[in-house]
Antibody, heavy 121, light 109 residues
Framework: QLQLQESGPGLVKPSETLSLTCTVS??????????WAWIRQPPGKGLEWIGS???????YYSPSLKSRVTISVDTSKNQFSLKLSSVTAADTAVYYC?????????????WGQGTLVTVSS | QSALTQPRSVSGSPGQSVTISCTGT?????????VSWYQQHPGKVPKLMIY???KRPSGVPDRFSGSKSANTASLTISGLQAEDEADYYC?????????FGTGTQVTVL
């Protein structure tokens, strides 16, 4: 069974860079035609798609966050990572990593448990 | 890009049917048959209920169904049950990225 687990600091200072890693177990990040995604949810608000990456390193980002986001992949560690620069309080959210249920289908059937990141001095 | 538009809340009595709409544009909902729906209970991880507009993952009750017409997708819950009370989000492929809906709170009266 595929499992995803987010990790990283729970507190980040304003103007600094938020860095999170998603560790994949139960399957290889490079074995199939999947994009691995980051999604976030501010407290009490809705879901927001941040971006996704293919094992080859090809990445796509939300137009609204593109200038601040970098997603990378480390196939040797079966991990992919998120960096969000110049954070403000508005970036406080639960951050999820996710993957589509199956190849060529569009629906995130696998999610990490989520990690709360608070932006505060 | 703007979030897809969903009603803030819908409600129904047990056994009734409710439908949640998800309105986008020809660049997202209307342009692709790649709409998904998620159920989220308070403090929990979102759960995939519908993918590719109308397909149900294994284990999702057939009370949940999805459809699409032009730029609007819909999720229908038939035979509403108490455990269906939750927040629901739609999500659409929009050409190399995805966009979520604003979310709908479903209340079982």
């Amino acid at each position: 069974q595929l499992q995803l687990q987010e990790s990283g600091p729970g507190l980040v200072k304003p103007s600094e860079t938020l860095s999170l890693t998603c560790t994949v177990s139960g399957g290889s990040i490079s074995s199939s035609n999947y994009y691995w995604a980051w999604i976030r949810q501010p407290p009490g608000k809705g879901l927001e798609w941040i971006g996704s990456i293919y094992y080859s390193g090809s990445a796509y980002y939300s137009p609204s966050l593109k200038s601040r986001v970098t997603i990378s992949v480390d196939t040797s560690k079966n991990q992919f990572s998120l960096k969000l620069s110049s954070v403000t309080a508005a970036d406080t959210a639960v951050y999820y990593c996710a993957r589509d249920l199956s190849e060529y289908n569009y629906g995130y059937g696998y999610w990490g448990q989520g990690t709360l990141v608070t932006v505060s001095s | 890009q703007s979030a897809l538009t969903q009603p803030r809340s819908v409600s129904g009595s047990p056994g009734q049917s409710v439908t949640i709409s998800c309105t986008g544009t020809s660049s997202d909902v209307g342009g692709y048959n790649f709409v998904s729906w998620y159920q989220q209970h308070p403090g929990k991880v979102p759960k995939l209920m519908i993918y590719d507009v109308s397909k149900r993952p294994s284990g999702v009750p057939d009370r949940f169904s999805g459809s699409k017409s032009a730029n609007t997708a819909s999720l229908t819950i038939s035979g509403l049950q108490a455990e269906d009370e939750a927040d629901y989000y739609c999500c659409s492929y929009a050409g190399n990225y995805r966009v979520f809906g604003t979310g709908t709170q479903v209340t079982v009266l």
